[in-house]
């Protein structure tokens, strides 16, 4: 910590603070002497990326209805509103997965077992054997989970590992018409199911933890809360959004 500045430390919301262990011992006065008391902060970043998944879910949504209302032969209106549901569903699917990679890294940090070994496995698969070993589930629920990352972060990968690959267009389910790919990898549907997911499966995880990882125990109390606030975000009438791509 910067001793120039000000004294104190700064506690904001979805921070942890932890104090480590103090000694005290005996100086050679024969006085009691305590240990430099060093403080450590924690901050989750998941709150955050789902934050930012559902403000950009809305977009998209807002994006889709000003598409649906564009009336007449397809032109530039309809490109500007595609591309605009297609890029704010681009950011929600990922930062919905980047929440739970956040979770992930949240749990590993509060449980007693090493991450799963094997360098060659998908993030998906260690995502889905670290909640397996953190929290209570079935085997058939932990398969469940496995499947469902391994397909959300298929489509969150075509925009953070994109390949430029020609692709045979695929069909719009408004436009009815041939469009590139992104345009329905990222459309506002997959965006809102991304977005779910992270919540649900923080929720029923977080109710779950398994008794002997005491701090993941007493991490998880606090998550409630922060799942019902999201929760009203996402169930928010969003306002109305203009595009990015008009003039005013």
């Known amino acids: 910590m910067d001793e120039s500045g000000p004294?104190?430390?700064?506690?904001?919301?979805g921070m942890q603070l932890r104090i480590p262990e103090i000694t005290l011992s005996i100086g050679p006065d024969g006085q009691p002497q305590l240990s430099t008391v060093t403080p450590e902060l924690a901050y989750d970043l998941w709150p955050l990326w789902l934050r930012i998944a559902i403000d950009h879910q809305h977009m998209a949504r807002a994006a889709r209805t000003r598409l649906e209302a564009i009336t007449g032969t397809h032109d530039a209106r309809h490109g500007r509103a595609l591309q605009d549901e297609t890029t704010a569903g681009m950011v929600s699917i990922s930062a919905a997965m980047f929440a739970i990679d956040a979770f992930y890294g949240a749990v590993l940090a509060r449980i007693d077992v090493p991450p799963p070994k094997g360098k060659r496995s998908q993030r998906y698969a260690i995502i889905a054997e670290t909640l397996k070993r953190a929290f209570t589930m079935t085997q058939k629920s932990s398969n469940a989970i496995r499947n469902r990352l391994q397909e959300a972060f298929r489509i969150r990968d075509m925009s953070v590992h994109p390949t430029g690959q020609f692709r045979q267009?695929?069909?719009?389910?408004?436009?009815?018409?041939?469009?590139?790919?992104?345009?329905?990898?990222?459309?506002?549907?997959?965006?809102?199911?991304?977005?779910?997911?992270?919540?649900?499966?923080?929720?029923?995880?977080?109710?779950v933890p398994k008794a002997r990882h005491k701090d993941l125990v007493r991490w998880c109390e606090g998550i409630p809360g922060t799942i019902e606030e999201l929760k009203q975000l996402r169930n928010a009438e969003p306002e109305s959004q203009a595009s990015v791509s008009d003039p005013p």
């Open 169 to 207: 267009p695929m069909l719009h389910p408004v436009m009815h018409v041939g469009v590139a790919m992104p345009h329905v990898a990222f459309r506002v549907e997959n965006a809102e199911a991304a977005v779910h997911m992270a919540i649900s499966l923080i929720e029923q995880c977080s109710k």
């Open 7 to 13: 004294g104190g430390v700064f506690i904001d919301r």
